[in-house]
Structures are given as C-alpha cells and as structure tokens.
C-alpha cells in the first residue's frame, strides 16, 4: 500500500513564525506535490518537485517555499506565517507521468493550520 | 488549459437511494487521465478510480459505477444504494498528456449527505 504521511494533523501558529510542514512518502515516488484547500476555491497546487533538489512554482507559490533534500521527504515551509494562510494542507506523491497507473497520485492525511 | 467541472455543489439522498455525481472536462490534449477522489470528514483524499482517455469502457466497483464519455467530455460517478458511510466531498480531476509531471485539475468538489 501507497503511504503518505504528514507530520502533523493540527498545528497553531503566531503570525509571522516561520512554519515547517512536513511530508514523507515510502513509495519511491518521483513527483511530490503540496496543496492547499480551502472552501470554496478548491484544491490548488503551490509547489511541486520532480527529484530531489528540484522544484517548479505551482499555482499560488507566493509566501511559500520548499525543500526536497531526500527522494521520501518533501517540505513546506512558510518563511513568515500570516493569517491568509490558515488552511488544510495536503501532501501528494506519484510516479513519472507516461507510466501507465502509476501516474495517480496518493495523498496524506492533511495537515490544519492555524495562524493566529 | 485544462479544467473540470462539477456543476453540483451539493447532493443530499436518503440511504439506499441511487445517486449520480456528474463530472465535466476540458482539454485539447487527445491523452490526458480522469480520475475520482473521495474526502471524509477525516480530510484525506483517497483515490477511487484512474481512466485514460484511450479506455472508454464503463467500469464497476461494488457499488461505484464510472460512466466514461469522451463524445460529451463527461466522467460521471453513481453510487447504488447510497450508506452513511458514503457521505464525504468527492472531487473529479484530471491530467492532460501535455501537462509537465503529472499535475492535476481538480473540480470543485462535490459534497455528498446520505442521511439514514
């Protein structure tokens, strides 16, 4: 079975903290995505990588940043926190695109942040 | 571009009843991936069905049925007999061949109340 976890399922923060999320897949996953769902506008993607060290700007990117250092471990990181970015967060991961099934991607759990 | 419509933002049936969530898409991509996600209360999207658009065959879960129409651009889903259990958001999306690594298109979700 595919695993996508994130490291937490709530989490709090002040205004202008610098805010880690953390993804981990343990599926060999070429492509890892992040994110951010809120009622009414849906699910849009705000980073994504394709290997490790690399990354492309998804949708909405601004305030966001993100690190892949490992295949497995994909990171966003809200370098100030402010209150527009209360929202869940998802985490996904897939294999190359032009494989065949492996194309789906698989989602962790969601991570609910807070801003205060 | 791509896009992905469910025009039905909500849907409430009483158990047991038959219900049919509609998805429509655009792209002028001739392979692209359709796909069904599902999202409890719990907040995780889990992923119910992959099709390609060379695959116009209907397929059959259990209870979940996809109907695949390339001539009306449409991948809808019917649930039979409708359970409790089966209230949550359902999201349609899709990934067009031209599309850099696998990036999905979601709808805006479809919220589904099965009351008992």
């Known amino acids: 079975d595919v695993k996508v976890t994130q490291s937490s399922r709530y989490l709090v923060k002040r205004t202008g903290e610098k805010v880690f999320l953390e993804c981990v897949q343990d599926?060999?996953?070429?492509?890892m995505f992040w994110y951010r769902q809120d009622p009414g506008l849906g699910l849009r993607l705000i980073y994504f990588s394709y290997d490790v060290k690399m990354k492309e700007k998804g949708d909405i990117p601004e305030g966001y940043s993100v690190s892949r250092e490992k295949k497995e471990r994909f990171s966003l990181i809200l370098e100030s926190a402010s209150t527009n970015q209360t929202s869940m967060y998802l985490c996904?991961?897939?294999?190359?695109?032009?494989?065949?099934?492996?194309?789906?991607?698989?989602f962790g759990p969601g991570t609910r942040l807070l801003v205060l | 571009a791509q896009k992905v419509t469910q025009a039905q933002t909500e849907i409430s049936v009483v158990e047991k009843e038959d219900v049919t969530l509609d998805c429509v898409y655009e792209?002028?991509?001739?392979?692209?991936?359709l796909f069904w996600y599902k999202q409890p209360p719990s907040g995780e999207l889990v992923f119910l069905i992959r099709r390609n658009s060379f695959d116009e065959q209907n397929e059959i879960s259990g209870r979940y049925s996809w109907n695949f129409q390339k001539s009306t651009s449409s991948f809808n889903f019917t649930i039979t007999a409708s359970q409790v259990v089966d209230s949550a958001v359902y999201f349609c999306?899709?990934?067009?061949?031209?599309?850099?690594?696998?990036?999905?298109?979601f709808g805006q979700g479809t919220i589904l109340t099965v009351h008992p």
């Open positions: 599926m060999d996953h070429e492509n």
């Open positions: 999306a899709l990934i067009a061949g031209g599309t850099s690594y696998g990036k999905l298109t």
């Open positions: 792209t002028r991509d001739t392979t692209y991936y």
């Open positions: 996904a991961s897939s294999s190359m695109p032009g494989q065949g099934s492996r194309e789906t991607q698989y």
